[in-house]
């Protein structure tokens, strides 16, 4: 069960790179350009939560 929601995960992952790439194009349909702008943001989130982290660790003393 947990394999099969990782490859759901993973397949959901990719197609939304294969948006943000069609919409880097110019000629995405609208429901692409919209899951290119969620990947987007998600990335975003991700890239924030990370960097926030590794402030905090550094902050404790941690590597």
């Given at each position: 069960m947990l394999v099969l929601i990782?490859?759901?995960v993973v397949l959901?992952?990719?197609?939304?790179?294969?948006?943000?790439?069609?919409?880097?194009?110019?000629?995405?349909?609208?429901w692409a350009r919209g899951v290119a702008k969620?990947?987007?943001?998600?990335?975003e989130l991700a890239r924030s939560a990370s960097r926030t982290s590794r402030s905090r660790q550094s902050d404790m003393g941690g590597e």
């Open positions: 990782l490859v759901v959901l992952l990719i197609g939304g790179c294969v948006c943000v790439f069609w919409e880097a194009r110019g000629d995405a349909p609208r969620a990947t987007l943001l998600g990335s």
